[in-house]
């Protein structure tokens, strides 16, 4: 893409703030203009808990799924590619949200929606944007349009306006206004008059716009494909005579129609706004006559008023056609954007949504798919069950140390024993006759906070407490003194220091050997130092060894802490511990059909009866 260019068919955006209708208008547009790829690529909405979720739109008749983040930085980190951000912030917080996407690498456009902004903060994103060679457009703007290929939220209204105003493919016109409540009506007349517009820009309507009259025009110029240009200035502020220089200068060499608006404000008390926050005339020179007469002077044209722009714009491609410099483009009927469900009910025909998003396997293929791996070059290629809960738990091809831990974490749970309440469970129930499903269920059902929670609490306070850098005595105490529970993870009642848990001693093996960094586990083992001062058996048990350790895989595999947050929430540690521990339980039962166990009966000298 050329320097004189902001946008083209391939260009993507991410779109800070959740808004529905914006997002399905970009896609519908891109629908209509035959774009091959949607031009919204992630969505920002910081309120939401979850460091992604999946938001449903239409393309076309049919639904696809654009990502919703939590953080610009995990949009960025997933999305490259795209370059523009539409910035739908308030006022208030549209500025950090606008300086964070002009500091990264990847965006070069940002549209702010908000108006109002701080002159200072508006200034201050200004001298960022011309350090990092970036442009912005607004604040308090619309947007813009690069017809057939990109348009910004909802620049240009409707379907129906981008239909009659011919959006849906480019024209030889580029457009550039102050106001964006005139880009629709400019849009059409442009329309009407020429072959259309290549390009609009509404560079917003407050004091500091991010990006002036000038910088848009000089950028049409240099377009080989743009024949013509159309302004609309308005009353207060300097820039038109930018313009009026770059005329002079021959930097402006195409025809420009251009109208400064506000020519009214003469009947107006000195001094009062006009319209938008930079609409005020501070002195002669910024009154709409002045600026209207001056570009007019340099060989600008310029009509007697607004109501005959139409007659001097089509009066000027005539020309240009006549002088051979412009072939009007063909026409076509874009692609009909069907009917959405209020309307379809309304008028009996329905598209009806999905019900649930999928996004870890798709069978509807002729083999099915775990993360857009075939499943025959799983088989084929002989892949670890680790590499297969990478794609499907974790949605990522995880490296060979990381598919070597969770299938070590497997077999060390695997079974603990036939006297543990979930093989005992387990047990029983398959001795009452029940079948293999319902005796795994009742096995499966005593996991929690007693009996395999400490994997899962483990990763939580531990976590916590390097979070908010305790030491080893400080985290004893807060979990004593503030949570009061025993800390998890922490203790065994056979093993000790003289006698360490040999399943502890391998899973610290290979961590050491295999995990590039590990600090959760030096930071366990230093609390573990703390508390078998007091007790020889408060050591690390395997519960907690696996959770602590699995944070660590996690930052091993470069996760951010949303993301963490995010694997810690959908409980895959409590995942591990069950897919291991079904193993051993399906053992068990297995075992006790094979004796023909009879139905289990407590016996009484294990019960003591009180009255």
């Known amino acids: 893409m050329e320097d004189y260019e902001l946008f083209d068919e391939n260009t993507q955006a991410i779109i800070y703030g959740f808004q529905a209708r914006a997002i399905q208008r970009m896609l519908d547009f891109d629908f209509v203009c035959k774009r091959k790829k949607p031009s919204v690529a992630a969505v920002i909405n910081p309120s939401q808990a979850a460091a992604v979720v999946y938001h449903k739109v239409f393309w076309g008749s049919n639904e696809i799924v654009v990502p919703v983040y939590k953080t610009l930085q995990l949009a960025i980190k997933n999305h490259p590619n795209a370059d523009v951000m539409v910035n739908f912030a308030s006022f208030r917080s549209a500025y950090p949200t606008s300086k964070e996407a002009l500091e990264s690498d990847t965006i070069r456009t940002v549209a702010i929606i908000a108006e109002g902004m701080p002159e200072r903060q508006a200034r201050n994103l200004i001298k960022i944007a011309n350090e ?96 013509m240009l159309v302004a609309l200035g308005e009353i207060g502020g300097k820039d038109e ?110 598209r009806r949504p999905t019900d649930v998003i999928v996004s870890i396997s798709d069978d509807r293929g002729e083999i099915v798919t775990f993360n857009q791996v075939p499943l025959d070059k799983i088989i084929r290629e002989n892949r670890s069950i680790g590499y297969v809960i990478g794609l499907l738990w974790f949605k990522r091809e995880l490296p060979e140390f990381a598919q070597q831990y969770i299938e070590m974490v497997i077999k060390l749970t695997a079974d603990h024993g036939p006297a543990v309440s979930g093989a005992h469970n387990a047990i029983i129930t398959a001795r009452a006759g029940k079948d293999l499903m319902s005796a795994l269920a009742s096995g499966i059902l005593t996991i929690g906070p007693r009996f395999g929670g400490a994997v899962s609490d483990a990763a939580k306070y531990f976590r916590e407490a390097m979070h908010k850098r305790m030491t080893p005595i400080e985290f004893m105490n807060y979990m004593k003194e503030i949570v009061q529970i025993n800390i998890p993870g922490i203790g065994h009642r056979v093993k000790s220091v003289q006698n360490p848990d040999m399943r502890v001693v391998l899973l610290k093996e290979f961590i050491f050997k295999n995990f590039p960094k590990h600090p959760h586990l030096d930071y366990a083992l230093e609390v573990e130092k703390a508390t078998t001062s007091k007790r020889n058996n408060l050591i690390l048990n395997v519960d907690g060894c696996i959770g602590i350790t699995f944070l660590d895989l996690l930052e091993n595999l470069d996760y951010t802490k949303e993301e963490i947050e995010d694997v810690i929430y959908s409980e895959a540690l409590n995942g591990l511990f069950v897919l291991g521990r079904s193993i051993g339980m399906m053992g068990h039962i297995f075992d006790q059909k094979r004796q023909r166990a009879g139905l289990f009966r407590q016996p009484y000298d294990e019960i003591l009866f009180t009255e």
Not at 192 to 206: H, L, M, P, R, S
Not at 298 to 319: C, H
């Open 132 to 227: 990092r060679n970036k442009v912005i457009i607004g604040p308090a703007t619309v947007g813009g349009i690069r017809a057939g290929a990109f348009k910004i939220g909802n620049t240009a209204g409707t379907i129906e306006n981008i239909e009659l105003s011919k959006l849906y493919r480019p024209g030889s016109v580029g457009f550039v206004s102050k106001s964006g409540g005139l880009s629709n009506e400019m849009n059409f007349m442009i329309s009407q008059t020429t072959d259309g517009i290549y390009e609009g820009i509404a560079i917003g309507g407050d004091r500091y716009p991010g990006s002036q009259l000038i910088d848009h025009l000089l950028r049409y110029e240099a377009n080989p494909k743009i024949k």
């Open 241 to 350: 005579y930018k313009i009026i220089e770059a005329i002079k200068a021959g930097t402006i060499t195409k025809p420009l129609v251009i109208w400064v608006a506000g020519t009214g404000a003469r009947i107006l008390p000195a001094g009062l706004q006009f319209g938008h926050a930079g609409a005020m005339a501070g002195s002669d020179m910024e009154t709409a006559e002045a600026k209207n007469k001056a570009l007019r002077e340099v060989g600008a044209i310029v009509p007697d008023s607004y109501e005959d722009l139409d007659k001097f714009i089509g009066q000027t491609f005539e020309n240009l056609i006549k002088e051979g410099k412009v072939k009007p483009v063909e026409d076509f009927e874009p692609p009909k954007i069907p009917l959405d469900f209020d309307d379809a009910t309304r008028l009996g025909v329905v």
